[in-house]
């Protein structure tokens, strides 16, 4: 993303001991410890290997050169494997990273971690003339008794929810405000496809789509405050939901989950 804005993109990349940037003018970084050599310590699980040891790091480098701008700890520290929801190394492997307009004039760089149990965030502020970056808030819930706690789907989105100018974190069943505090949840905890954005144009603000896994079956809802317009309850996963303007014949868009029956944006029910 170009975060300073210089018409070029830079790379935010996370990094670990012994990574090798190779340069546009044939020089290299070596990244840590080349010593380090954590491919010895893997865990391997239905054909699926982590690695659950070592040192990480934050990389943000020069798009164009490769050259690293700047090198820190990976400020998401992935403590043991176990802390996740499992004891070998997939749940706690869960990144994301974007670049929200968080004060809605700068990209900012965030990062999170943890989709399942415990989440971790921050974003930064990057310094367009010195490419230092600058923490600009954090977020962390542990607490298992929280509604803000496992809430989030295997994306999240970018989105200005309130129409306040600012980007809000859409985090699957939570969204979190530009300023780095809860702005709403719904707690009903983990899903695997959301969508966000202005589907009911008579209503101020924008809204959330969503279908559950952790308590199925699916629910549509206010983006900003998450009270829900409709909720369909089930006993199973409910793997998959779409909405959009599929026909001018209704107002509004229409959208559905793999359980539910095709749901109006506006009324809030199931279209007859």
């Not at 929200?100 to 900012?108: A, E, F, I, Q, R």
């Not at 559905?256 to 029910?269: E, F, K, L, P, Y």
Request: charged content about 15%; some cysteine.
């Amino acid at each position: 993303f170009d975060l300073d804005k210089d018409g070029k993109a830079e790379v935010v990349l996370r990094g670990a001991d012994g990574m090798i940037l190779h340069h546009q003018d044939g020089t290299i970084t070596t990244i840590g410890s080349a010593s380090v050599n954590t491919r010895s310590s893997v865990s391997h699980v239905a054909n699926m290997t982590y690695t659950n040891t070592g040192n990480e790091y934050l990389i943000y480098m020069n798009g164009t050169t490769g050259a690293p701008y700047q090198v820190v700890t990976y400020p998401l520290a992935r403590g043991n494997a176990s802390d996740w929801g499992d004891n070998y190394g997939h749940r706690s492997s869960k990144y994301f990273f974007g670049a929200p307009y968080l004060d809605g004039k700068n990209p900012s760089i965030f990062l999170a971690r943890g989709i399942y149990t415990k989440h971790l965030m921050a974003a930064y502020d990057v310094n367009a003339s010195s490419h230092t970056l600058t923490q600009k808030w954090t977020w962390s819930c542990t607490d298992a008794s929280s509604a803000w706690y496992g809430q989030g789907y295997h994306n999240y989105g970018i989105a200005d929810v309130d129409w306040d100018g600012r980007d809000e974190i859409v985090y699957g069943s939570m969204v979190i405000d530009d300023n780095g505090n809860g702005l709403s949840t719904t707690g009903l905890g983990h899903g695997d496809a959301q969508h966000c954005g202005d589907f009911d144009p008579y209503r101020h603000g924008q809204e959330i789509f969503a279908c559950n896994e952790e308590s199925p079956a699916m629910n549509y809802r206010d983006a900003t405050t998450s009270t829900l317009y409709y909720r369909l309850t089930g006993t199973e996963d409910d793997g998959r939901a779409l909405v959009g303007n599929f026909s001018n014949s209704t107002p509004g868009c229409m959208g559905r989950s793999t359980q539910s029956g095709m749901i109006s944006t506006v009324t809030d029910a199931v279209l007859a």
